[in-house]
Nanobody, 123 residues
Framework: QVNLVESGGGSVQPGGSLRLSCTAS????????MGWFRQTPGKEEEFVAA????????YYADSVKGRFTISRGNAKNTVYLQMNDLRPEDTAVYLC????????????????RGQGTQVTVSS
């Protein structure tokens, strides 16, 4: 069993930046691929980004390419999502997910997910 804890959400003006963090525990768990999704009320959950277990491969939704960067931290099973040039449409609850058994962009591929962290982009 893996527990995921996200942090780093908040409120920012359009054009601003935020960095989300997600850490999986226990640290003894094997290294796993991790990803981010986002949820807005009334809309389907949307894939944002994912990174392979070795950090070599990363994947992004078209809507965030060039603005968001996913990376792995030095600590085992820690992942970051650097979000730049934020837009109002990026407002959502961002959920960390881990250990996909299928394609990274499908939420049902993932065995584990966190509680989410709110990101609000507004002037």
């Amino acid at each position: 069993q893996v527990n995921l804890v996200e942090s780093g959400g908040g409120s920012v003006q359009p054009g601003g930046s935020l960095r989300l963090s997600c850490t999986a525990s226990p640290r003894t768990f094997r290294t796993i691929a991790m990803g981010w999704f986002r949820q807005t009320p009334g809309k389907e959950e949307e894939f944002v980004a994912a990174v392979s277990d070795d950090g070599v491969d990363s994947y992004y939704a078209d809507s965030v390419k060039g603005r968001f960067t996913i990376s792995r931290g030095n600590a085992k099973n820690t992942v970051y999502l650097q979000m730049n040039d934020l837009r109002p449409e990026d407002t959502a609850v961002y959920l960390c997910s881990a250990d996909p058994r299928g394609p990274y962009k499908y939420v049902e591929s993932y065995d584990y997910r966190g509680q989410g962290t709110q990101v609000t982009v507004s002037s």
